[in-house]
């Protein structure tokens, strides 16, 4: 299996509700991320875990929390979002660390909705 | 921390044509340029990469060039076809190498 699965592949939700989006891969990639995609604008980072530890956080706001059960799972879990929180989010596995030669290997994504 | 700028945003050729995307980035410890492809609606997918120790690196119709002291690296594609449409994003490694910062992204379209 050379993918990175994420479900669901949409998501509409209130600002008071509590979601998780959950992101896998079984390339025994050791690096997992999560990242934020507006229309027209590049990945941003929000999260680094590295050997299911998380070491990179880009000052997210609370109201996303991230989880790394064990090495094949991410999970992202969202409670009361805003409006501007509406975006496509980005799972990313990698062999080394992003910044090593392979790169790194997306998800399809979440297109989140915030209502 | 590190800052990639990326030109043109837009580019259109016709097809046959070549297409040239440029960047360049601030931090001289990055040692790690990757370039990624997003089709509409797809995810980001790498295409090629370079690392700093290397000048230019080719792969069939696709092609980068590093410049290290100018701390500039392109992405070169020839004989392009309508599948080539998409957003390229270049990119630098940072932070202890952990993390790449992304380039503002070009909108690749090529006119059959």
């Known amino acids: 299996d050379t993918e990175v699965t994420q479900t669901p592949k949409h998501l509409v939700m209130g600002m008071t509700n509590k979601k998780s989006l959950k992101c896998e891969q079984h390339?025994?990639?050791?690096?997992m991320y999560w990242y934020k995609q507006k229309a027209k604008k590049p990945p941003e980072l929000m999260f680094v875990y590295s050997y299911e530890k998380l070491s990179i956080n880009e000052s997210v706001p609370s109201r996303f929390s991230p989880e790394c059960p064990n090495s094949s799972l991410l999970n992202l879990h969202l409670h009361a979002l805003q409006p501007e929180d509406s975006a496509l989010y980005l799972c990313?596995?990698?062999?080394?660390?992003?910044?090593?030669?392979?790169?790194?290997?997306f998800g399809p994504g979440t297109r989140l909705t915030v209502l | 921390g590190e800052n990639v700028e990326q030109h043109p945003s837009t580019l259109s050729v016709q097809e046959g044509d070549s297409a040239v995307i440029k960047c360049t980035y601030s931090?001289?410890?990055?040692?790690?340029f990757p370039w990624y492809k997003q089709e509409l609606g797809k995810r980001p997918q790498l295409i090629i990469d370079i690392r700093s120790n290397v000048g230019e690196k080719k792969d069939q119709r696709i092609a980068v060039t590093l410049n290290k002291t100018a701390k500039h690296f392109s992405l070169h594609i020839t004989e392009t076809q309508p599948e080539d449409s998409a957003v390229y994003f270049c990119?630098?490694?940072?932070?202890?190498?952990?993390?790449?910062?992304f380039g503002t992204g070009t909108k690749l379209q090529v006119i059959p």
């Open positions: 990313a596995s990698s062999p080394g660390m992003a910044g090593g030669p392979g790169g790194q290997f």
């Open positions: 931090d001289s410890a990055s040692n790690y």
């Open positions: 990119a630098a490694n940072s932070g202890g190498y952990q993390k790449v910062t």
């Open positions: 390339m025994g990639h050791r690096a």
